[in-house]
């Protein structure tokens, strides 16, 4: 798929779950995110996730929300689908910023597991499905118990995807025989929300990744993604494995905006890596093995 080749899957194929650039002074800067939005689409991804939790939405205002989804819009949208992370743990919340989100030409939605007030599989239902009536959005549910504290469970998710407009899921369960069961038991579009996942998930039927990763080898992960696609593993496998250490690097040490960020602005991307507390940059010794790992991907940044 040629970069300027908009998706017919409302959430395409690579989709890089993006950083929010920041000054140095703290404030979101929405010239770089439009930048970075562009070489992405530039490098091959065919959709934007804009505040996931790569983007640090969980510290950053509505108005700040908006206003990525405004920028990354402005700067990609028609070339790439545009996909606004508006799910919070507050059901009513995660309504009004859909509701605000869509009014900028958003192509979709993405709403996490409720976070930190651990509902039952019920209360899960009854959020996704509320957020989902609130707009005429397509909905990708984004199952990481890792970070929610609790899973969808894989019978929540298939009664999910008789909603219509519930039609994605990105998978960080890293439950392969539940996603199995997912993928023969309805026809959402189920991403890879692990990026060493991606392989085997595609092997199974899945349809592409939301990534970290991509950020760094945004070419190696769409070739990877075309050739499983494809039916060619043996070109998909040999992809597997280089791209390993880059995993490594970006989510092996520190968690992966930390890594991201610092890994663009030592590729001149941006123009520093900051994040927002409680997140903190990486320390030296941090900051060694990442460069060892993407070293051994032909990736030289030694002090």
Not at 34 to 61: P, Q
Not at 69 to 98: E, K, M, Q, Y
Not at 241 to 263: C, N, S, W, Y
Request: contains cysteine; negative net charge.
């Amino acid at each position: 798929m040629s970069a300027t080749e908009l998706s017919p899957r409302p959430f395409g194929t690579l989709t890089p779950a993006m950083v929010t650039p920041f000054t140095a002074d703290g404030a979101v800067d929405y010239q770089a995110a439009g930048e970075l939005a562009n070489k992405l689409v530039d490098d091959g991804c065919d959709g934007i996730l804009v505040t996931g939790t790569t983007g640090e939405t969980s510290t950053l205002t509505d108005a700040e929300n908006l206003g990525m989804f405004a920028a990354v819009v402005d700067a990609v949208g028609g070339r790439a689908r545009v996909i606004a992370g508006t799910g919070t743990n507050d059901t009513a919340h995660s309504i009004s910023l859909s509701q605000r989100a869509a009014k900028l030409d958003i192509d979709g939605l993405l709403i996490v597991t409720p976070y930190y007030n651990k509902p039952s599989q019920a209360g899960i239902a009854a959020h996704f499905e509320a957020i989902a009536d609130s707009t005429g959005l397509p909905v990708m549910l984004y199952d990481i118990p890792g970070r929610a504290g609790v899973p969808i469970s894989t019978e929540t998710i298939i009664r999910l995807a008789d909603h219509p407009r519930i039609v994605a899921l990105k998978d960080a369960k890293a439950d392969f025989a539940a996603t199995t069961r997912v993928m023969a038991n309805t026809d959402l579009d189920v991403y890879s929300g692990d990026d060493g996942l991606t392989l085997p998930l595609m092997a199974a039927g899945a349809v592409g990744l939301v990534s970290v990763s991509a950020h760094v080898a945004a070419p190696a992960f769409r070739a990877l993604i075309d050739a499983a696609a494809a039916g060619d593993f043996a070109a998909a496998r040999r992809i597997h494995f280089e791209l390993d250490p880059i995993i490594r690097a970006t989510m092996g040490h520190v968690q992966g905006a930390v890594a991201v960020k610092q890994i663009l602005n030592w590729q001149g991307v941006l123009s520093n890596p900051a994040v927002r507390l409680p997140l903190v940059e990486a320390g030296e010794a941090e900051l060694a093995l990442i460069r060892a790992d993407l070293a051994e991907a032909g990736l030289d940044f030694s002090a």
